[in-house]
């Protein structure tokens, strides 16, 4: 059984930064493109950024030059740096990867930006 679970929400002030985690577990015989969402109250679950096996990148125009994706092929871990933090990057933020050509999905873990 696969599994994710996320690291490093919390509440920070506006202009800090955090570094999320996630680690998969479980039968991971094929980890293909990794991905970080975000829900905020009354909003729809959103791609922030996601990288692909070869490394490329991909990111929303509201975390562009903000947020940084990275992989550890090794860990099987996706991480997200988070510089520069607004009030409205407030949500909870979820970690999602295609692994053995299934998408999977994290609990969750929570960030508030406090301003």
């Known amino acids: 059984q696969v599994q994710l679970v996320e690291s490093g929400g919390d509440l920070v002030q506006a202009g800090g930064s955090l570094r999320l985690s996630c680690a998969a577990s479980?039968?991971?015989?094929?980890?293909?493109?990794m991905g970080w969402y975000r829900q905020a109250p009354g909003k729809q679950r959103e791609l922030l950024a996601a990288?692909?096996?070869?490394?490329?990148?991909n990111y929303a125009d509201s975390v562009k030059g903000r947020f940084t994706i990275s992989r550890d092929n090794a860990k099987k871990t996706v991480y997200l740096q988070m510089n520069s933090l607004k009030p409205e990057d407030t949500a909870v933020y979820y970690c999602?990867?295609?692994?053995?050509?299934?998408?999977?999905w994290g609990k969750g873990t929570l960030v508030t930006v406090s301003s």
């Open positions: 999602n990867m295609q692994i053995n050509y299934i998408n999977y």
């Open positions: 479980g039968s991971l015989f094929n980890i293909g493109a």
């Open positions: 990288i692909f096996r070869g490394g490329d990148t």
